[in-house]
């Protein structure tokens, strides 16, 4: 997995991170937080937030419905981690 993670980091054209206490609403936050324009996201979340994967791609997708959204869960991460 970290492979995979470092690959995907590397190729990013922006990497924001977010300590996952600041969000309380995915949609507002999201909408707040992501570019007008996003065609591609990738999202890595620490592993505590895994259950949360789900409900954070339905926000990603009400507040950007054209952008493609890919989830992955990292045991190492502590913050929620955007690739723009």
């Given at each position: ?24 609403n995915y949609e507002k936050f ?55």
């Open positions: 997995m970290a492979y995979t993670v470092e690959t995907l980091i590397e190729n990013c054209g922006k990497i924001k991170k977010v300590p996952p206490s600041l969000v309380t999201l909408n707040f937080f992501l570019p007008k324009n996003l065609q591609t996201l990738t999202i890595l979340l620490p592993y505590e937030m895994m259950d949360e994967s789900e409900k954070i791609r339905e926000a990603v997708m009400k507040t950007r419905p054209s952008c493609i959204v890919k989830i992955l869960v990292d045991k190492d991460s502590k913050e929620i981690v955007f690739c723009l």
